[in-house]
Nanobody, 122 residues
Framework: QVQLVESGGGLVQAGGSLRLSCAASGRTLSGNAMGWFRQAPGKEREFVGAIRWSGGYTSYADSVKGRFTISRDNAKNTVYLQMNNLKPEDTAVYYC???????????????WGQGTQVTVSS
């Protein structure tokens, strides 16, 4: 079993920055990918980005490419989502996910955090 706890959400003005953290505990996740997703009110949960624990390979949705950066601290079993130049359309609950095959679809992940709210005001 894996437990994921997100933190770092909040209210920020457009153009601002936030850094989300996702702390993982439980069984080792080496060899898996950690993903970030978000869900805005009335919309489906969508892929934001992902990182592999080994090698650190990252991938991003086109909507956040160049603004968001995912990194990891293997020693702390923590993944970060640095969000810069935030836009009102980035407002959503952000979730981290782990396990499974990874990828850009929610079905690729076995474990999910509780989510953290990010609100970007215009």
């Amino acid at each position: 079993q894996v437990q994921l706890v997100e933190s770092g959400g909040g209210l920020v003005q457009a153009g601002g920055s936030l850094r989300l953290s996702c702390a993982a505990s439980g069984r080792t996740l080496s060899g898996n990918a950690m993903g970030w997703f978000r869900q805005a009110p009335g919309k489906e949960r969508e892929f934001v980005g992902a990182i592999r624990w080994s090698g650190g390979y990252t991938s991003y949705a086109d909507s956040v490419k160049g603004r968001f950066t995912i990194s990891r601290d293997n020693a702390k079993n923590t993944v970060y989502l640095q969000m810069n130049n935030l836009k009102p359309e980035d407002t959503a609950v952000y979730y981290c996910a782990a396990g499974g095959r990874g990828g850009t679809y929610t079905r690729g992940y076995d474990y999910w955090g509780q989510g953290t709210q990010v609100t970007v005001s215009s």
